[in-house]
């Protein structure tokens, strides 16, 4: 099943074990810090191999552990707002990102943990006395990049769904613009940047598609024909999702989505030849029907 620590958040997988969980029950997650309360938005759900690895819920939360959510939670809201109060007086260069709430370690009462950002190192000392003071607590503010700033906040991608680094992502793989021209994406930070002003993790989910696609599929720029004589002409574009290619027909002008097995059907039987030949018997009388590399139309592929 799965959960979360606070609404459209991140979503944490635990084993259910025997126990039946309804969407909206509030359970016990194990921490390093103790159990948290936590909301379930998947119920428990059968798969068909088995998932090692995936922490245990401790059970349904009691009214107790509700009331200690619930303190805790005011304690964090009041600790934001006296962390950006002072970060203003004190005119420094950071922006507070989220703060958290520990009060079950053993050698520390309370513990008042506080995520910025900021453009470069910042001296902060003279933000933890009064904070600490405002607070009542032991603080520790540590600072954090725009990737985790993202996924600290939360919000929407250009997708329109909730960011996969806030929601699913358990770590940052590492992604270059070499992803985007793989995926013949325009090199244009405005298109394929996320909120964090990084380039979007999920350039890196379709790329293995998209590699294993170019390799089989024909170039730009050259002359294929279908199995059934169909369509002939000049490729221009590609549509991986569909695994198709674009080609311009010679005869009618007209863009055509041809399948991929389909025009690259003669290629892969002159590959093969019959036999073990190596190629195809041909008649000298009679043009060939095998690929040939044409000079690219920059204007078809815009």
Not at 29 to 45: C, M, N, Q
Not at 54 to 78: T, V
Not at 116 to 136: G, I, Y
Not at 170 to 186: G, W
């Amino acid at each position: 099943m799965a959960v979360t620590f606070s609404r459209y958040g991140r979503l944490y997988y635990l084993d259910s074990g025997e126990q039946a969980y309804r969407v909206g029950e509030s359970v016990l997650v194990p921490t390093d810090d103790g159990p948290e309360v936590a909301t379930v938005v998947w119920p428990p759900t059968s798969v068909p191999e088995d998932i090692g690895g995936l922490p245990s819920c401790a059970g349904r939360a009691e009214p107790q552990h509700l009331d200690r959510d619930e303190r805790n939670r005011a304690k964090r809201a009041a600790a934001r707002a006296a962390a950006r109060r002072l970060v203003r007086s004190l005119d420094l260069p950071m922006k507070i990102v989220a703060v958290d709430v520990v009060d079950t370690r053993r050698t520390i009462d309370l513990l008042v943990i506080v995520y910025f950002t900021a453009p470069h190192r910042v001296d902060f000392r003279e933000l933890v006395r009064p904070l600490a003071q405002a607070v009542s607590a032991r603080v520790d503010l540590r600072q954090v990049g725009a990737r985790d700033d993202a996924r600290l906040q939360g919000g929407i991608g250009p997708c329109g769904r909730d960011l996969c680094c806030a929601t699913f992502l358990t770590d940052f793989e590492p992604v270059s613009a070499r992803l985007a021209k793989d995926q013949d994406l325009p090199l244009n930070p405005l298109k394929i940047a996320g909120s964090c002003g990084k380039l979007m993790c999920c350039l890196a989910y379709e790329h293995p598609l998209y590699t294993e696609f170019k390799r089989s599929a024909p170039v730009l720029g050259e002359s294929v024909e279908t199995a059934d004589g169909s369509v002939r002409g000049r490729v221009v574009g590609y549509n991986v999702p569909a695994d198709s290619v674009i080609v311009r027909d010679a005869g009618s002008g007209r863009r055509c989505a041809c399948p991929r097995s389909s025009v690259c059907a003669m290629r892969a039987q002159f590959d093969a030849g019959p036999a073990g030949a190596g190629g195809l018997d041909v008649d000298d009388t009679q043009p060939l029907r095998t690929t040939q590399r044409l000079p690219t139309d920059t204007a078809d592929e815009a």
